[in-house]
C-alpha cells in the first residue's frame, strides 16, 4: 500500500498532496537501526490539529502505519501510541526495500464529523466517517535493507537453476522477477548443467553458455523504466548495481541505455567467455578423441 495522491468524499490531512485543512499538520517519524537478526523501527506520532487529537483521546481514531517489502511480500498494519512504539521486524522477513506508510483511521463510525480547521470549501460542512476511513496521511519514508550476510558483490550468488517439471516446454527459461534470476532448464538439460558444474573444467564453459546471456536479458530489462522502477530493488538488481559501479559506471536507467550489455556482462563475469574457450581447446586435447 504505497502512498498516492487521491481524491477522498471527505476532507484528509495530508499535508503533503492537499490543503483539506489549515494550520494542521500530520506525520509520524520514523527512525530505523539494523542488525543481522532484525530491524528496529521507533515511530513517533506528530499531529496538530485538536479536532483529530479529540477523536484519538476517545479512542475514535488512532495513529497506523502500514509496512510493506514488495521482494518477499511482507505486508503489516500495526498501531501506534501517542507516546510512540518501538517495534521490530525479524530480518528474515524482508528483503530490498521496505515502505513505511503513515496515517490516522477511524476506529469506529464517526458521525457528524467537522473540524474547526477545515478549509474555507469545507468550514460549514460534517460528514460520516466508517470504521477504518482514513483522516489524514503522512510522509511515507523507505528503507534499502542491506543484510550484513548476505555478499552481494558475488555476482554468481543471485542466481539460481531449476528444473522445468513441464515436459511439454523446451529451452531456457530466465525469470528475474524474484530476488534470484531464476534460469530454469528442460530435465534431460538440468542433469547434465548439474555434472557440467561439479567439474572444474567446464565451469566457466556453462558460465558462457547461461549467465552471460542471463546478465545480457537482466541488463536489457532494467533499461525499460517501469521495469527498473519494479524490480531494481530485488536482490539481484542491487548486487548488479554494486558491480557495475565497481566498474566506474552509473546505475539508472539513462546509463543503462548506453550501456552495452554483452561488454559489461563479460568485465562482471570477469572474461568468462574467453576463459571458456582456453577450456574447449584443453578438454579438445585431453580427451576429445574419447567416445
Same mark, same amino acid.
Given at each position: ?41 521507533? =515511530? ?35 498501531? @501506534? ?9 525479524? /530480518?528474515? +522477513? ?8 503513515? $496515517?490516522?483511521? /477511524? ?12 478549509? *474555507? ?5 460534517? $460528514?460520516?466517517?466508517? *470504521?477504518?476511513?482514513?483522516? /489524514? ?42 530476488? *534470484? ?24 564453459? @556453462? ?11 537482466? $541488463? ?7 521495469? =527498473? ?11 548488479? +548495481? +554494486? ?49
Amino acid at each position: 500500500m504505497r502512498i498516492k495522491a487521491k481524491l477522498y468524499p471527505y476532507p484528509v490531512l495530508a499535508p503533503t498532496f492537499n490543503n483539506d485543512y489549515v494550520e494542521s499538520d500530520f506525520n509520524i517519524e520514523i527512525t530505523t537501526q539494523c542488525s543481522p537478526s532484525e530491524i528496529i523501527v521507533n =515511530f513517533t506520532p506528530i499531529l496538530s490539529n485538536k479536532g483529530i487529537k479529540t477523536l484519538i483521546n476517545e479512542k475514535k481514531a488512532g495513529f497506523v502505519v502500514h509496512i510493506e517489502c514488495g521482494a518477499t511480500s511482507y505486508r503489516e498494519l500495526i498501531n @501506534i501510541d501517542e507516546a510512540g512504539l518501538v517495534y521490530k521486524i525479524p /530480518a528474515d +522477513k524482508v528483503e530490498g526495500v521496505i515502505y513505511f506508510c503513515p $496515517f490516522i483511521i /477511524a476506529l469506529q463510525n464517526i458521525n457528524g464529523y467537522s473540524n474547526e480547521k477545515f478549509n *474555507k470549501d469545507y468550514r460549514d460542512l460534517s $460528514f460520516e466517517l466508517e *470504521k477504518g476511513n482514513i483522516l /489524514a496521511v503522512g510522509q511515507e519514508v523507505s528503507l534499502t535493507v542491506e543484510k550484513e550476510n548476505d555478499d552481494l558483490s558475488n555476482v554468481p550468488s543471485i542466481f539460481a537453476v531449476t528444473e522445468i517439471k513441464d515436459k511439454e516446454r523446451v529451452g531456457i527459461v530466465i525469470d528475474n522477477t524474484g530476488n *534470484k534470476i531464476n534460469i530454469q532448464l528442460p530435465e534431460e538439460e538440468f542433469n547434465q548443467f548439474k555434472i557440467a558444474m561439479n567439474n572444474p573444467a567446464t565451469k566457466s564453459i @556453462i558460465h558462457s553458455m547461461i549467465i552471460i546471456p542471463a546478465l545480457m536479458k537482466c $541488463f536489457e530489462d532494467l533499461k525499460n523504466p517501469e521495469f =527498473f522502477m519494479q524490480y531494481s530493488d530485488r536482490r539481484w538488481a542491487r548486487a548488479l +548495481k +554494486k558491480a557495475v559501479i565497481k566498474l566506474g559506471l552509473d546505475f539508472d536507467v539513462e546509463s543503462l541505455e548506453g550501456m552495452n550489455s554483452f561488454e559489461v556482462s563479460q568485465k562482471i563475469m570477469e572474461n568468462t567467455i574467453c576463459r571458456g574457450i582456453t577450456d574447449i581447446q584443453n578438454i579438445a586435447k585431453t580427451g576429445g578423441d574419447e567416445e
